[in-house]
């Protein structure tokens, strides 16, 4: 029994401080969204069905209604298409069909069946999965 709790014990503290060592937090919505935020100076507040994400260098407001799942991370590995310069979402097939132009990455996805996509924003391409 003591051997157990030991172990336990040891997990535990090896699971902590190895997520103290990752930089990022990533989250992830229902949707398949994910955005990462840099935990250094991170907090964390709930306010009005949202959770706000706060740290020296930026603010996000995430729905927590459509919330999934959050993870520690040791890259901003997450993909945030950002339509800074209001130019149409170009989006394309893996084979490289046109499957039309969008005003948003939101009006793209929902319009698309499930499957994955490449996505073309002003000079920025990236892959998308819709589900």
């Known amino acids: 029994m003591k051997k157990g709790i030991i172990i336990a014990a040891a997990l535990a503290l090896c699971s902590a401080s190895y997520a103290y060592d990752l930089p990022y937090l990533v989250f992830q919505t ?73 005003a948003d990455i939101n009006d793209a996805k929902a319009s698309l069946r499930p499957g994955i996509y490449v996505v073309k924003i002003g000079a920025k391409t990236q892959k998308i999965a819709v589900k």
């Not at 306010?47 to 706000?52: M, P, Q, R």
């Not at 959050?70 to 901003?76: H, P, Q, T």
Request: proline letters at 0%.
């Open 30 to 102: 229902a949707a398949g969204d994910e955005k990462s935020v840099a935990v250094d100076g991170l907090e964390m507040t709930i306010s009005g069905g949202k959770l706000v994400v706060a740290n020296s260098a930026e603010t996000q407001e995430l729905d927590l209604a459509s919330l999934k799942s959050m993870k520690f991370s040791d890259s901003s590995s997450a993909i945030q298409l950002v339509n800074d310069n209001n130019s149409s979402v170009e989006v394309f097939s893996v084979l490289g069909i046109s499957c039309g132009k969008f």
